[in-house]
T-cell receptor, first 112, second 113 residues
Framework: SAVISQKPSRDICQRGTSLTIQCQVD?????MFWYRQQPGQSLTLIAT?????????ESGFVIDKFPISRPNLTFSTLTVSNMSPEDSSIYLC?????????FGQGTRLTVV | GNSVTQMEGPVTLSEEAFLTINCTYT??????LFWYVQYPGEGLQLLLK?????DKGSNKGFEATYRKETTSFHLEKGSVQVSDSAVYFC????????????FGKGTRLSVIA
């Protein structure tokens, strides 16, 4: 299993600013996944973060908007840059140590 | 590619009613299948899972059987409670920790007393 500490749990931010979300895992994992959940929607994968290399982004997501760091096997950050109201969502990190996925509690972001 | 098709909601039931949420999948190989639940204001948590054909996952009165012949993993509960009100996500995973889960669109369940 894995326990993920994600913070902040929520934030209200001004448009044009940036927010960095952190995830700390209690065990070493190769990959960490970042998702966005827009209001009333399912989870959309933003990117996959592998330690020691650049993150792999899904179609529709770019590094300039969502830069990711993965400095070691237990930690990752996602930054939402130059925010607009359309970025208001829940952001979640996830790991899959074996077969089952574990999730952080999510960061509820509101951009005003 | 892999995909999950899930019955769309919202679903509204009276307490003690029978629940079925349909889920079918498309995948290469033999994926593992999951149901995740998201209670209001909370993150996702695993409800149940099945890792091979004919496995039945169960938890908190919920059940789902991995049916390879129909590529389905329908969620059922015989008697729902108000506390079961949540969003339910069907998901599949390749047998590797390096591959992210593929999620269905989610089904919002509301149970009224």
């Amino acid at each position: 299993s894995a326990v993920i500490s994600q913070k902040p749990s929520r934030d209200i931010c001004q448009r044009g600013t940036s927010l960095t979300i952190q995830c700390q895992v209690d065990s070493q994992v190769t990959m960490m996944f970042w998702y966005r959940q827009q209001p009333g929607q399912s989870l959309t994968l933003i990117a996959t973060a592998n330690q020691g290399s650049e993150a792999t982004y899904e179609s529709g997501f770019v590094i300039d908007k969502f830069p990711i760091s993965r400095p070691n096997l237990t930690f990752s950050t996602l930054t939402v840059s130059n925010m607009s109201p359309e970025d208001s969502s829940i952001y979640l990190c996830s790991v899959i140590p074996a077969v089952e996925a574990f999730f952080g509690q999510g960061t509820r972001l509101t951009v005003v | 590619g892999n995909s999950v098709t899930q019955m769309e909601g919202p679903v509204t039931l009276s307490e003690e009613a029978f629940l079925t949420i349909n889920c079918t999948y498309t995948a290469t190989g033999y994926p593992s299948l999951f149901w995740y639940v998201q209670y209001p204001g909370e993150g996702l948590q695993l409800l149940l899972k099945a890792t091979k054909a004919d496995d039945k996952g169960s938890n908190k009165g919920f059940e789902a059987t991995y049916r390879k012949e129909t590529t389905s993993f329908h969620l059922e509960k015989g008697s729902v409670q108000v506390s079961d009100s949540a969003v339910y996500f069907c998901a599949l995973s390749a047998l590797s920790g390096n591959t992210p889960l593929v999620f269905g669109k989610g089904t919002r369940l509301s149970v009224i007393a």
